[in-house]
């Protein structure tokens, strides 16, 4: 029995040996073409001045320079991470109280569950649009508009970014509560737990898995949040600098990104291409630390 039990492990090896590149290949010949590639070329840009791809001329790490001492560039850097922060807190505190609500088995839970998914599913740039024209309608009342303080900016942009990602976010708490062992919890009531210790102590530490997941998912997109920004405020309002320079108070990475390419300068090409790959390292880099950190909490639970 144990010589028939090692030919068909020696069997299995071999045909994943011999079968599994027929299955992986397309997959890895796919992510270098539509990752890899683009990415190891977008890095060789970032040191060229270039108008069109064609007639990039090498020049080093002066666009880096451009980039860090761009003004504007590190403006919308610190309104992004603390837009980032601000609406990583209130998405993850609001969807996680909203799916705790509707595992409760109240009546019309499915319904509510579809009414607050609704939202992920309008795009962005049409949810700027509604919004914009939604805040413009509130705020006329005060004689101003979303587009002449930036506070209104900052905060529409966190009721926006709440509004589409928390149903999305509700569902994979969901998905998590309902993983929650019911004998622990069983127990818990036994014991004469509290229900808001049976939250803190046995509820949240079996969510950890799914508290990760939506916190990558609310960091990651907080920094790259970019469609709705350009719809709902387009960066506006501006401030003009002593050097002449303006600085838009609403801007956030990626589209300040968008509008140093799409700038006149000789340099702006390669100025935005070297912005696009620190922006890239800053996302990569936070939300590696933060699933590292995270699931650390999940191994102590």
Not at 77 to 82: G, R, V
Not at 214 to 229: A, V, W
Not at 261 to 278: H, L, P, R, Y
């Amino acid at each position: 029995m144990k010589t028939k039990k090692i030919t068909n492990s020696n069997s299995i090896q071999r045909a994943t040996r011999l079968w599994s590149p027929l299955f992986l290949g397309p997959v890895v010949i796919a992510f270098t073409i539509g990752f890899v590639w683009p990415f190891i070329w977008g890095i060789w840009l970032s040191l060229c001045q270039f108008q069109t791809v064609s007639d990039a001329r090498f020049v080093g790490f002066g666009n880096y320079i451009r980039a860090f001492q761009d003004t504007t560039f590190t403006h919308a850097f610190w309104y992004t991470a603390l837009f980032a922060v601000v609406s990583l807190v209130l998405i993850n505190v609001l969807a996680f109280t909203v799916a705790y609500i509707l595992t409760q088995s109240i009546k019309g839970s499915n319904l509510f569950r579809t009414v607050f998914f609704m939202p992920n599913l309008i795009g962005g740039i049409v949810l700027g649009y509604i919004w914009s024209m939604i805040f413009d309608g509130i705020l006329s009342r005060f004689s101003t508009s979303i587009l002449m303080e930036s506070k209104y900016g900052f905060w529409g942009l966190i009721i926006l970014m709440c509004w589409q990602q928390i149903g999305y976010m509700m569902i994979i708490y969901i998905a998590g509560l309902q993983n929650v062992p019911g004998e622990m919890l069983e127990a818990a009531r036994i014991d004469g737990a509290t229900r808001w210790e049976t939250l803190f102590k046995i509820t949240i530490p079996n969510v950890m898995p799914s508290i990760t997941i939506c916190m990558f998912l609310s960091l990651t997109n907080g920094f790259k949040l970019f469609d709705q920004n350009l719809a709902l405020t387009g960066g506006q309002p501006f401030i003009i600098q002593p050097d002449g320079s303006t600085i838009k108070t609403t801007e956030m990475l990626a589209l300040n990104i968008f509008n140093t390419f799409n700038g006149t300068g000789s340099t702006s090409q390669g100025t935005a291409q070297a912005k696009a790959v620190i922006f890239f390292v800053l996302v990569a880099g936070l939300g590696l630390a933060q699933l590292a950190y995270t699931r650390k909490k999940e191994v102590q639970q």
